[in-house]
């Protein structure tokens, strides 16, 4: 009838029921083929349906993984190890899973080590020969064809270019000195100090 229903039982346990909506099934499934779901998989526990995953509804390339209990962080492991865990703010850490005392960033990665020289991440090209390193104290750029550059950007252009002999240019990408500052408009000075709480320059280069 529309009412029946089949449920399977091990040592006077349900493990397995058909209900209204699809399958009910109790303690963990094995399986030595393919596992296919026309819907969503629930994660409960106790009854309490604690994550589910589902392709997006209105765009079903998209898939989606949801903790849904307040407070819930989202674990990623290999080996049984903590890799990445996004939290229930939408941050997400990498190689660990509590935030550095005093700071709420939306990305952390922590090193495997306190040396500095260990980078944290890496920035490279396609083919890998030419990058950026970032550890917790250091950015170092490299290139094993050519020489290495560091660029800091604003509106498309390069407002300060460090070069691989450690010049440092500001108005310019190819410094020749330690430090070489360029305004490109002669009626500004290239290095200002003015006095506290005025726009009147006390030194004025340029």
Do not use: W
Request: glycine share 8%; charged share 15%.
């Amino acid at each position: 009838s529309g009412e029946s229903k089949v449920e399977l039982y091990y040592d006077n346990n349900k493990k397995f029921e058909t209900t209204n909506n699809g399958v009910s099934v109790t303690g963990s499934i094995t399986s030595t083929g393919d596992l296919i779901t026309n819907s969503q998989l629930h994660l409960s526990d106790s009854g309490t349906i604690r994550g589910k995953i589902l392709l997006n509804p209105s765009d079903t390339d998209d898939l989606i993984i949801n903790a849904i209990s307040l407070g819930s962080n989202i674990d990623f492991k290999t080996v049984d190890t903590q890799r990445m865990r996004i939290d229930s703010s939408g941050r997400l850490m990498i190689n660990t899973t509590t935030l550095s005392q005093g700071k709420t960033p939306m990305l952390e990665v922590k090193s495997d080590s306190n040396t500095s020289a260990d980078f944290a991440a890496v920035f490279s090209s396609a083919n890998g020969t030419s990058g950026m390193g970032i550890s917790y104290s250091m950015i170092d750029a490299f290139n094993n064809t050519s020489n290495a550059t560091i660029r800091l950007r604003t509106n498309g252009g390069d407002a300060v270019h460090i070069s691989d002999t450690q010049n440092v240019g500001i108005g310019t990408t190819n410094p020749g000195q330690r430090l070489e500052v360029r305004q490109t408009s002669a009626s500004h000075a290239i290095i200002a100090c003015n006095r506290p709480n005025s726009d009147t320059f006390a030194v004025a280069l340029g």
